[in-house]
């Protein structure tokens, strides 16, 4: 039985001050909420770390969450979204790309559930 879709997407090549602001990182969360219907609860949590650090993010949504890791020293981002009811999956490189800078970027998709 299926519970749900995860989406692990591994973003390279990205810029490293976007990397660091939480701002642009807050406008991907925006626009994938708007994009896959998401629904989120409360607001959204960032953590900037001390330079040369990078950001955490966490959305809580009512489908499950969405979360960011950022490694401006490396250029990459790790991001994932975890929905309890099936979405169309997004362009995440196109998204990645717009928001942070991203030259390339590999998407896992995981169906999550009950094994019988």
């Not at 960032?46 to 009512?62: K, M, N, S």
Request: glycine share 8%.
């Amino acid at each position: 039985m299926t519970t749900g879709q995860e989406w692990l997407v591994d973003a390279s090549g990205c810029t490293p001050e976007r990397l660091k602001d939480a701002a642009a990182l807050a406008a991907l969360f925006e626009e994938l909420v708007v994009l896959m219907d998401l629904k989120v609860v409360g607001q959204p949590q960032w953590h900037v770390f001390p330079e040369p650090g990078g950001v955490t993010g966490l959305a809580l949504l009512a489908e499950s969450h969405l979360t960011v890791h950022t490694f401006p020293e490396h250029g990459f981002a790790a991001l994932n979204v975890y929905c309890c009811r099936t979405r169309a999956r997004p362009d995440f490189a196109a998204l990645a790309a717009k928001h942070l800078g991203a030259t390339s970027c590999r998407v896992r998709e995981l169906s999550r559930g009950v094994e019988a």
